[in-house]
């Protein structure tokens, strides 16, 4: 190239530059926010409460992997979505093969379709806990408690308790004297990520545990959420791990995914 002469790329870059046609990609930049200030029970309460109100869906694809006694685990792909206050679908199915179980929790009811089986299992999600004819290790309910950590109702008295490396948050039950635990939380500074939950049963007795990890950041709607889910009866040692990999928050869900359908020739089982 001769001295003064500009190629043709550059001259054809400069004059972008010069009218302003040029763009810069834009980079999303996740931002962490700012450790929790926790004192107190109430600090901790407050926090826990601050988070669960930023999340008011949640659609989310993974595996679910299913873990009993004396046997191998087995997993599926699975479609998760939440809706507040407790509504619930998950569908679990194989690559490419029918469906192997759907499990949909509505207001205050359940039901859950076997195709397999040729059956729905549906009723009311109290009967469901407290039915002994119905050994369900891993109900509705405790799939609602563990995908994140639910707000504590005001009415619940709280108390805590700090080790050298966790702080425990005990939720009572308002509705005795004695004080019985409903629920208890551990999370670990400086984040306080809720990493474990146990939940009680009304009297005290231990139904299930969660554990979370891997919490990722929706800068979006400014909250963490966990990729990682561990659920265990502590009764029958069932346990359910969940991976989600592709997880949106507060998106619109139709109350149509929540509607209980019962096709021809399906047998429905009532749980009382």
Not at 119 to 141: A, F, K, R, V
Not at 162 to 173: E, H, R
């Amino acid at each position: 190239m001769k001295k003064g002469e500009i190629c043709l790329s550059t001259l054809i870059l400069l004059l972008l530059i010069l009218s302003g046609c040029t763009s810069v990609p834009k980079v999303a930049v996740v931002k962490p926010l700012p450790f929790p200030s926790i004192t107190t029970a109430e600090d901790f309460k407050t926090t826990i409460n601050n988070r669960a109100s930023h999340i008011s869906t949640i659609k989310a694809s993974g595996t679910i992997s299913i873990y009993e006694e004396d046997s191998e685990p087995y997993s599926y792909p699975i479609i998760v979505m939440f809706k507040k206050p407790d509504y619930l679908y998950i569908k679990a199915h194989k690559p490419l093969r029918p469906t192997i179980f759907t499990l949909i929790s509505s207001a205050d009811d359940f039901y859950i379709f076997i195709p397999q089986d040729n059956i729905i299992y549906t009723g009311n999600n109290q009967s469901l806990n407290n039915n002994p004819d119905y050994d369900i290790s891993l109900t509705p309910e405790f799939f609602l408690q563990a995908l994140f950590a639910r707000s504590i109702p005001m009415s619940y008295p709280i108390t805590m308790e700090q080790t050298s490396q966790d702080y425990i948050l005990s939720v009572l039950n308002p509705n005795n004297d004695l004080n019985t635990i409903t629920r208890k939380i551990w999370a670990e500074p400086p984040y306080f990520f809720c990493k474990k939950e146990l939940h009680y049963s009304s009297k005290g007795v231990m139904l299930y545990e969660v554990k979370r990890d891997n919490f990722i950041l929706d800068n979006q709607n400014q909250v963490y959420i966990p990729e990682i889910i561990f659920l265990r009866n502590t009764r029958t040692n069932v346990a359910i791990g969940l991976n989600l990999k592709k997880i949106f928050l507060n998106e619109e869900i139709e109350d149509s995914i929540f509607e209980f359908h019962f096709p021809e020739g399906v047998d429905v089982e009532k749980v009382e």
